[in-house]
């Protein structure tokens, strides 16, 4: 691939995160530049552009997310790619007839899946700002179909049944810890009460598969 190739340019701004110069962007994105930098998904200084999010392939589809240093900045409302437990409970969840809920669904690439197979799919998570590049995913792949709902636990789908549950809450335990992406609050046994809620949102002969761990001490019932 041509070095000042649109291609490389584009995989070099959006999937690596290099800064480009303001000419080599124009070249690239042409007219489309003036959009991102005007909506806050680019930004420039000193001659430069850089993206603000992350856009990755994953099969023959892409998504949406943050980069990885933006861990270390002191922000509450990181967002995560796909990782292994995304797979992982993916490759678990089983088509149904009817409809879905992914609970802590993040950008919502499994409820994408679900919505690629004609599935009604609600995506339920805490953080807003996940919810916002899950549908920006959803438009950049041309899916539609997944209902993003923001709020905590089930309090987006009260009164509501599901054919198929599926989620990934965030399960560590870590007094202090600011990535809620992964982390329960602190005395938060957040693994234990998605299990005690979770029949009460499945259609009778609904599936519900989710990946929990928990600390159990020897004098804990």
């Given at each position: 691939m041509p070095e000042r190739s649109p291609v490389n340019s584009l995989i070099r701004l959006f999937t690596l995160g290099d800064p480009l110069d303001g000419e080599r962007t124009l070249q690239a994105l042409g007219d489309a530049v003036h959009g991102?930098?005007?909506?806050?998904?680019?930004?420039?200084?000193?001659?430069?552009?850089?993206?603000?999010y992350q856009i990755c392939p994953v099969g023959e589809s892409w998504f949406v997310c943050d980069f990885h240093h933006r861990q270390a900045e002191d922000v509450d409302d990181y967002v995560m790619g796909i990782g292994p437990s995304s797979i992982l409970l993916s490759s678990l969840a089983q088509l149904v007839t009817g409809r879905?809920?992914?609970?802590?669904?993040?950008?919502?690439?499994?409820?994408?899946?679900?919505?690629?197979a004609c599935i009604p799919v609600v995506?339920?998570?805490?953080?807003?700002?996940?919810?916002?590049?899950?549908?920006?995913?959803?438009?950049?792949?041309?899916?539609?179909?997944?209902?993003?709902?923001?709020?905590?636990?089930?309090?987006?789908?009260a009164g509501e049944k599901f054919n198929l549950i599926v989620s990934n809450p965030p399960y560590v335990q870590s007094?202090?810890?600011?990535?809620?992406?992964?982390?329960?609050?602190?005395?938060?046994?957040?693994?234990?009460?998605?299990?005690?809620?979770?029949?009460?949102?499945?259609?009778?002969?609904?599936i519900a598969v989710v990946l929990i761990n928990w600390t159990q001490a020897t004098d804990e019932d």
């Open positions: 991102l930098l005007e909506i806050g998904f680019l930004e420039a200084g000193g001659g430069f552009v850089r993206s603000r879905a809920l992914e609970l802590a669904s993040g950008i919502g690439w499994l409820s994408g899946n679900l919505a690629k995506a339920s998570d805490l953080n807003a700002r996940a919810l916002d590049l899950g549908r920006f995913s959803a438009l950049l792949i041309g899916i539609g179909g997944v209902d993003f709902r923001q709020g905590d636990g089930f309090s987006t789908v007094p202090g810890g600011s990535m809620t992406y992964k982390e329960a609050p602190a005395g938060d046994p957040i693994c234990a009460r998605h299990l005690r809620e979770i029949s009460n949102y499945l259609a009778p002969g609904g």
